[in-house]
């Protein structure tokens, strides 16, 4: 395998990466002059093209001497991050330039998602950790950017449950390291699989610290508690890229390790770590839904949101271990579609307290009336969280009860009652805001638009969230060949 | 008089290893939790972190391919010193993030972080 080969692996990474230091760079060389915007958006096309060519072109899987693994799951993921940090990058120009520190918000931003692409392909424990420490460090101080007293509680609070979370993921790490005598994840998953059943208790406790530990990315019981006192404090754009890449990235993670490393599906252990998602995905829908239910503040209601769709992501990962091959691609569609509508949601929050000042749920009364695109998109994508067509959160959906349904077990049907019945709670809470939007009188009609950026994100998001509403195959057939190369 | 018991069964084995580390997590998670000075988590942390050193690189001495008289697996020690940067990494930015609290609002006790609630 020659240099550029290796290069070429991992490139969605490094132009991300190559990206953080040319905003510095211009921004210590020139100053405010510097167009940092430029270079960020270029950065993140770059990354997103790269992920292209390396579907179209092909690229070999192993590279950097087995730390990372680039196959059709790590480019799904890739295309996911590259696409949410493009995003977000083209809606936060007008939200950055009133930073003091611009140049730092785009370079954490960049570094964040080129480890968070690392992430997608890593196959070994050290890999692994490495990327997802960068990932979350450079989180904590996006979160705490504005430096006001509510960015700067959130950006604490954030970085001590994360710490503690990544402390009791490394004392599964070590767990598994210790009982297969490999960090490797392909090296754990050959042990596992002649793994006797006197080994059971010790396989039990490594999987219950990791799950606990990796659980903070997705926002999964019960290492939840950050995500709605995160998302009120943080810039909304920060909280966009947290909700949706950082739980991209974190059920990535989650898919390697258990798929890989634990067996996917017919040894013993997956049976036990099946039925633990369970477990976490109910106890995530339930305390998220009943969470949302009084809140008025938006960005709360969408970080409880994200924890019960959390939940809602997890019924695939519960559903793999039946033996049912459609768990893993319900998943890796699941997180597509909740990239698509989340971006829209959160970025007509954004702009929404940019124009009005307020957070408020009771502020968005009569918005239809004073910026008729933001209003439509942001109902089109609460129904898609809500799950109800024709818009891609009803399929995503479908799609993941349908697999846990297929493996015919009980507890698995058990599962997919209790999340049904909790979809009709989260109906309440999403459909009383886009009811606030629409029929409410506005206290003051003076219209706002947005700036084009913003529109581009916002019309992008809505065209997704209907596209693979209407026709999910493309999107599907994606998730399924990367599922494929995951098992 | 009882026999004095064998060399063989003062030694220090894995489990030794792995009881003391087992303590000094659980020492660790109670102070995190349970602490409600900012700084005083971290230092729960750290002792989290080192319980975690503790365990691997015990697990690593104690491989068979060690015993075995081969070298043991590097990936352990590789693993360790990984862990010792990244938590430098992160100590240092959480201190920076607790100065920058402190210094809004002169305190860094948990229970007062209650701007955001609901």
């Given amino acids: 395998m020659t240099f550029f080969d290796q290069v070429h692996a991992v490139g969605p990474a490094l132009a991300l990466y190559a990206g953080a230091g040319a905003v510095l760079s211009a921004d210590l060389l020139q100053g405010r002059r510097a167009s940092i915007w430029g270079l960020a958006v270029v950065a993140g096309v770059v990354s997103l093209g790269w992920t292209l060519a390396q579907l179209i072109v092909g690229v070999e899987a192993g590279a950097l001497g087995g730390a990372v693994r680039v196959d059709a799951f790590s480019i799904y993921l890739a295309a996911i991050i590259g696409g949410v940090v493009l995003a977000v990058t083209l809606a936060a120009r007008e939200w950055a330039s009133t930073l003091e520190q611009a140049a730092e918000f785009y370079a954490l931003l960049l570094v964040s998602a080129g480890s968070m692409v690392l992430l997608a392909q890593a196959e070994d424990l050290i890999t692994l950790f490495v990327a997802l420490e960068t990932t979350s460090i450079a989180q904590f101080i996006l979160v705490g950017i504005t430096r006001n007293d509510r960015s700067s509680e959130a950006g604490l609070k954030y970085l001590l449950t994360g710490a503690v979370a990544a402390a009791i993921l490394l004392y599964g790490f070590a767990f598994l390291f210790g009982m297969a ?3 490797s994840l392909e090296g754990i998953a050959v042990w596992v699989a002649s793994a006797p059943e006197a080994q059971r208790l010790p396989l039990m406790l490594a999987f219950v610290f990791v799950a606990v530990g990796i659980g903070f990315k997705m926002a999964l019981v019960p290492s939840h508690a950050w995500a709605p006192d995160v998302y009120e404090g943080s810039p909304a754009l920060v909280a966009t890229f947290l909700s949706v890449a950082s739980k991209a990235a974190g059920f990535a993670v989650a898919m390697r390790l258990f798929y890989t490393a634990l067996g996917g599906g017919d040894t ?83 702009l929404v307290a940019d124009r009005l000042g307020s957070e408020q749920i009771a502020d968005y009364a009569g918005l239809v009336k004073r910026s008729p695109a933001a209003a439509i998109v942001l109902s089109l994508c609460l129904v898609s969280l809500t799950g109800i067509p ?45 009811r606030t939007m629409i029929l409410d009188e506005p206290r003051d009609a003076t219209p706002f638009r947005a700036s084009g950026g913003v529109q581009f994100v916002l019309a992008v998001s809505a065209v997704g969230v209907l596209l ?20 | 008089m009882p026999p004095i018991p064998a060399i063989e069964d003062l030694s220090i084995t894995l489990a030794h290893y792995l009881g003391l580390a087992g303590t000094v997590f659980a020492i660790g998670t109670v102070i995190a939790l349970s602490k409600r000075n900012a700084v005083a988590v971290l230092m729960g942390v750290e002792l989290m972190l080192n319980a975690v050193n503790l365990t691997v690189l015990a697990f690593s001495r104690f491989s068979a391919a060690f015993e075995e008289g081969g070298s043991a697996p590097l990936e352990g020690h590789v693993f360790v010193v990984f862990v010792l940067t990244v938590a430098a990494a ?22 007062r972080f209650n701007l955001m609630r609901g």
């Avoid at chain 1, 999340?419 to 805001?433: E, M, P, Q």
């Avoid at chain 1, 195959?473 to 994606?478: D, M, T």
């Avoid at chain 2, 920076?96 to 229970?111: K, N, S």
């Fill in chain 1, 268 to 350: 013993f252990i997956s049976q036990d770590w099946g039925k633990m998602f369970a477990v976490l995905a109910a106890l995530s829908m339930i305390v998220g839904n009943t969470g949302a239910l009084l809140q008025t503040n938006a960005k709360r209601l969408l970080g409880y949101s994200s924890i019960a769709q959390a939940g809602n992501i997890a019924v695939g990962l519960a559903a793999v271990a039946a033996g049912s091959t459609a768990g893993p691609s319900g998943v890796l569609f699941f997180l597509g579609a909740y990239a698509v509508t989340n971006v829209g949601a959160f970025v007509v929050v954004s």
């Fill in chain 1, 181 to 183: 005598g490999t960090t």
């Fill in chain 1, 390 to 434: 024709p818009t891609a959160g009803f399929v995503a959906k479908v799609y993941v009860f349908n697999a846990a349904v297929q493996s015919g077990e009980r507890w698995l049907l058990a599962l997919v009652a209790f999340a049904v019945l909790n979809t009709a709670i989260s109906a309440f809470y999403y459909l009383r805001w886009v």
């Fill in chain 2, 90 to 111: 992160e100590a240092a930015v959480a201190l920076a993030m607790a100065v920058l609290v402190y210094r809004r609002r002169e305190t860094v006790d948990l229970d």
């Fill in chain 1, 468 to 487: 693979f509403g209407l026709d999910p195959s493309p999107l599907i057939q994606a998730a399924q060949d990367a599922a494929a190369a995951l098992l």
